[in-house]
């Protein structure tokens, strides 16, 4: 019914653009940072593997199919190709919806999380330091 030929390239597309959406369901959302915070919403753990992944293969299998360079077997040089485009666009396209993720500097980092005040103290103990912080920094203080 199908050449196996073609059902491997089907596979590898259907690979390439699925691994995005797998990675960032159960990786990028359980993760509060990204893995690459210089590259900001492109630095998850999602674009940098369809980005990094696709671009690889598509570039590895198009010097093969096209130079004759790298990978000698043309059917695996197309699967490559077959792999690497979608996963190099479903990469892209995850940075792009991806919301802006504000990196969290912890204190070992040497830049102080939280900045306390006397007059905040005095006026209403401890809790009125942590007033101005999101409920993710507090917990990352360890204050809650």
Do not use: H, W
């Amino acid at each position: 019914m199908f050449d196996n030929e073609v059902l491997i390239d089907v596979g590898a597309a259907v690979v390439g653009a699925s691994q995005t959406f797998v990675i960032r369901e159960f990786v990028d959302k359980k993760s509060l940072t990204p893995i690459l915070p210089q590259l900001g919403k492109y630095g998850t753990a999602s674009c940098v593997a369809g980005i990094g992944a696709g671009g690889a293969a598509t570039v590895v299998g198009l010097a093969s199919l096209l130079y004759g360079k790298g990978i000698r077997d043309e059917r695996i040089a197309r699967a490559l190709v077959a792999y690497g485009v979608p996963a190099l666009v479903c990469g892209a396209l995850s940075g792009y919806m991806t919301p802006t993720v504000r990196r969290v500097v912890s204190a070992a980092e040497g830049t102080p999380q939280a900045y306390f005040s006397p007059q905040a103290a005095a006026m209403g103990g401890v809790e009125a330091n942590y007033a101005n912080l999101s409920q993710m920094e507090k917990i990352n203080l360890g204050v809650l």
